[in-house]
């Protein structure tokens, strides 16, 4: 059982100061709900309004906090397949759905496809420690598909690449309902479904304070059935949010909180993680630094606050504002990375971008790949018991000798040492010999034999047909 929570950043005094902070801000200040399904819940349930804005009192909020449930299960296509979001448990969800992708051939940026969208869940399929998929489903617009309709084929593309779990969208409650209707499906009908959720999604509070009308109808959808749903906020520290950041943490946790209500309003016990994308602008050319230390940091503190509430976390990490894949993205990359993983966030998100997440890459998913399995080596920890100390073993070789041919190294090395698959370990004149080549080249080298040879585990044909018919459905539906 792989956990983190070794990194702190926060005190147990700074995060009880957060929360009454978030706590004032939501009783002071409000959020404006823009979506009228949710308003009039609120309304209901006892908080003031004035126009859109909603004023929500301390008692609901706390309320919320203990009907989330602290620990769910997510499944994939196989229910055998489980990934159980508890405590500082660690779990890495890639990133499929960007505008850009870097093409793997020419290496230039270009739109994504729905053939790049079944490419990368292929890929992503296929690496060991990526467990939950971002989908084509999330995608506003896929090159050469309507965009009315993008949501259903990318999602059956995810679904018919990947047998692992599948998030689906939440852009207004038409959509919402399309992508739960297509799980269900998989799962064998929607009571099934709520048992072994198949399926999650990310709802994103826009900041600063405000509930967007698609966002919040999808939320909704998904309340209603009691399925997942991350809550993220997306806070730019000095632009949407403040500059400081524990002026960001405390407006953060406040946006998430007041969604958490509503979830709970909505369907109590409904599981939600504690979602965050915080990151600083970069003032002098108005950007979101997604790979700045600043971003490392937020999510510590956030992974802090989840745990203090008692709610599964999700974060960001691999995240880089380089536009190729070199030094800086490497140094960002891991930074990002290993930080809310070393936390405890459960669910890291990203792994796969560049360029301010604007842009996927077939090769970062695996380069990503490669330090998450550096990462699962470190969470893993140190053993110390009377076979790993190897006293006797020791005793045997004695002064001056080896360790190569005792079975204590052969039984145990492989357990012990993190062996790369893609870092270039060689000598020198094996280096030359292999061609000079770079992390790159190996990266798109085993991209290619992925897209080779990986297949993933088919859909049942009556399940398949049945979802080709759910986006003909939609098709007709929006007229494309």
Not at 244 to 251: E, K, M, R, V
Request: glycine share 8%; charged share 25%; aromatic share 4%.
């Amino acid at each position: 059982m792989l956990k983190g929570g070794m990194m702190k950043i926060l005190s147990e005094e700074d995060m009880e100061q957060i929360h009454l902070s978030a706590l004032s801000i939501l009783w002071r200040i409000g959020i404006d709900v823009r979506e009228q399904q949710a308003f009039d819940i609120l309304q209901k349930a006892g908080c003031p309004t004035n126009g859109m804005r909603v004023r929500i009192p301390a008692h609901l909020v706390e309320e919320a906090i203990r009907l989330a449930p602290p620990t769910f299960t997510l499944y994939g296509r196989d229910p055998k397949f489980k990934i159980p979001l508890e405590d500082r448990r660690v779990f890495y969800e890639p990133m499929i759905g960007r505008l850009n992708i870097l093409d793997l051939e020419t290496g230039e940026r270009r739109r994504t496809t729905l053939q790049d969208v079944c490419d990368l869940v292929r890929v992503a399929d296929s690496l060991e420690h990526y467990t939950l998929l971002h989908s084509g489903a999330i995608m506003p617009h896929i090159e050469g598909v309507p965009d009315q309709v993008s949501h259903a084929h990318g999602y059956f593309a995810s679904v018919t690449n990947s047998s692992k779990v599948i998030k689906g969208v939440v852009r207004g409650k038409e959509k919402a309902r399309d992508c739960i209707r297509m799980a269900a499906i998989i799962a064998g009908g929607e009571e099934e479904l709520k048992r072994k959720p198949n399926l999650f999604t990310t709802c994103n509070v826009i900041s600063p304070l405000q509930f967007a009308p698609e966002q919040t109808e999808g939320l909704i959808e998904y309340a209603k059935m009691g399925l997942p749903v991350d809550i993220a906020s997306e806070p730019q520290c000095g632009a949407t949010s403040p500059a400081t950041l524990s002026g960001t943490l405390a407006q953060q946790t406040a946006e998430i909180l007041a969604m958490i209500v509503v979830a709970q309003l909505v369907n109590p016990g409904t599981p939600v993680l504690m979602g965050t994308v915080a990151a600083a602008m970069d003032m002098r050319n108005g950007t979101i630094a997604l790979g700045g230390v600043e971003a490392g940091m937020m999510n510590v503190a956030h992974a802090q606050m989840a745990q203090f509430y008692k709610i599964p976390s999700r974060g960001t990490g691999s995240n880089t504002e380089s536009k190729s894949l070199d030094i800086q993205a490497g140094i960002e990359k891991t930074m990002t990375l290993m930080m809310p993983a070393l936390a405890g966030i459960n669910m890291i998100f990203y792994p796969g971008t560049m360029d301010h997440a604007l842009t996927v890459s077939l090769e970062s998913l695996v380069m990503d790949h490669e330090v998450c399995a550096m990462i699962h080596r470190i969470l893993q920890g140190i053993a110390v018991d009377d076979l790993s100390l190897g006293i006797d073993t020791i005793e045997k070789v004695g002064p001056g000798g080896h360790f190569l041919n005792q079975s204590h190294t052969l039984s145990l090395f492989q357990k012990e040492h993190f062996i790369p698959s893609i870092c270039d370990r060689d000598s020198h004149e094996s280096w030359k010999m292999k061609g000079r080549p770079g992390m790159l080249d190996v990266a798109r080298q085993r991209v290619r034999k992925i897209l080779d040879e990986h297949r993933p585990a088919p859909l049942d044909a009556a399940v398949e047909k049945e979802l080709r018919s759910v986006i003909k459905e939609v098709e007709k539906r929006e007229g494309v």
